[in-house]
Antibody
Framework: QVQLQESGPGLVKPSETLSLTCTVS?????????WSWVRQPPGEGLEWIGD???????SFNPSLKSRVSISLDKSKNQFSLNLRSVTAADTAVYYC???????????????????WGQGNLVTVSS | QSALTQPRSVSGSPAQSVTISCTGT?????????VSWYQHRPGKAPKLIIY???ERPSGLPDRFSGSKSGNTASLTISGLQADDEADYYC??????????FGGGTKLTVL
């Protein structure tokens, strides 16, 4: 059974970079899955951030694209999120997730989020 | 890109059925068969319960069902149980390799 675990600082200062890592256990990060980040601001709904495949192919939420990068560390079986120039509006629980590549499409955005991590609360405050 | 529209809350008694709607546009829900639903209990990881409009993941009870008509997708939970009390979110492919979620619906089992 594949498990995901987010890790990273719980507090980030405004204008700095938010960095989170998701450790994958029970499967290889080079398997047929798209690795994703989703967030939930306090009291609000879910917001998709972006996905990456082990080939490096990626998709991002247009509203965040200019500030977001997602990368893979195949040696550690991890993937990471970097969100630059954060503000209080970026305060949220950040979830990592994966989508199974069922139909071999060129983008993971067609697929559901099959499995999620427990989430990591990140607060942006000075 | 606005969030898909869901009712803020629904409720039902044990053994009853409830339906949660998810309304979008022809550019998302109405244009594709890539609608999924998630159950989210506070402090827990969200859980996939429906994908591709009406498909259930392996092992999920058939009390959960999904459908779509035009720009509105629906999740129906039959035989309500206390354990079903949670927040439910819909999600749709929205074209141009993007994804959009609904605002979420709080289900209360009376």
């Amino acid at each position: 059974q594949v498990q995901l675990q987010e890790s990273g600082p719980g507090l980030v200062k405004p204008s700095e970079t938010l960095s989170l890592t998701c450790t994958v256990s029970g499967d290889s990060i080079t398997s047929n899955k798209w690795w994703s980040w989703v967030r939930q601001p306090p009291g609000e709904g879910l917001e998709w951030i972006g996905d990456i495949f082990h080939t490096g192919s990626a998709s991002f939420n247009p509203s965040l694209k200019s500030r977001v990068s997602i990368s893979l560390d195949k040696s550690k079986n991890q993937f990471s999120l970097n969100l630059r120039s954060v503000t209080a509006a970026d305060t949220a629980v950040y979830y990592c997730a994966f989508r199974v590549d069922r139909y071999y499409y060129s983008s993971g955005t067609y697929y559901p989020f099959d499995c999620w991590g427990q989430g990591n609360l990140v607060t942006v405050s000075s | 890109q606005s969030a898909l529209t869901q009712p803020r809350s629904v409720s039902g008694s044990p053994a009853q059925s409830v339906t949660i709607s998810c309304t979008g546009t022809s550019s998302d829900v109405g244009g594709y068969s890539y609608v999924s639903w998630y159950q989210h209990r506070p402090g827990k990881a969200p859980k996939l319960i429906i994908y591709d409009v009406s498909e259930r993941p392996s092992g999920l009870p058939d009390r959960f069902s999904g459908s779509k008509s035009g720009n509105t997708a629906s999740l129906t939970i039959s035989g309500l149980q206390a354990d079903d009390e949670a927040d439910y979110y819909c999600c749709s492919y929205a074209g141009n390799h993007t994804v959009i979620f609904g605002g979420g619906t709080k289900l209360t089992v009376l």
